[in-house]
């Protein structure tokens, strides 16, 4: 039906072309910020002269499908506990952390700072464009099954491509804050207090990230879609502003790298 010309038609008429520019626009205004997001750590935090940052990026892509996989199966069962909405975000943020943990503790490539925060913002970036792009087309699976497009399928693809854009931007932003905490803990401190920051790091990406899931995407998206737009952008600009960029300065001016 996506490959159709523009005299094919869709349940009710809807033209498939209009299906594929909203695909289209899901990856480009999905991947974006993301790629954007990518750009700025760069700019910050220099891994020149470490050798690995090639191979961290293919384990980030490869774990972040992984996660995403996982978050997948994991989140359905997970919202049926006390306490709902609030699992995925602990879900997601131990799932991305995982695998960069993992390597950090075993390997002596990875108890790099700079390497494990990229490993962490690729995996967590790359969740959250599959996480996006496989939304929006489960949104639209009920009409590329035949069924009838409702009056405004439009206007609703076009607002859940929004809130997808506003929402997957807080995946890496999210993670890459807690990465660098525990990073930097396991490099300056005592191996207790070193896990207590790293749980602390934790448990705060998980608190961030449930606030959006079980407030912003859930109760006031239900009052008010423009209304949760609108926070949604606030709170990734705060989130931006008050939890990842102090923690890439941070990593920023640790210059003594373990390699």
Known sequence: MLSGGREATVGDGLPPYSLVVVVLAAIIGIGVPLVAIAWYFRQKVSLTGHPHRVQALWIGLAWGTIAMLLAGALNGPATMLPGGAIWPGLVEEFLKLLLPVVLLLAS???????????LVLVAAAWLGFLEGVSYIITSLDPILDGGPAPSDAPFVMMMDIVVRIIAEVSHPVITVGAAVIIWLAAKHLPTG??????????????????????????????????????????YVVAVFAFWFRPQVLRLQRDRIDAR
């Open 193 to 234: 207090r070193a896990i207590g920051f790293g749980v602390i790091a934790y448990l705060g990406a998980a608190a961030i990230h449930g606030l959006n899931d079980a407030v912003l995407d859930g109760p006031v998206r239900d009052w008010s879609v423009p209304a949760s737009i609108v926070l949604e952008a606030v």
């Open 108 to 118: 002596r490539t990875y108890r790099s700072p700079r390497l494990g925060a990229w």
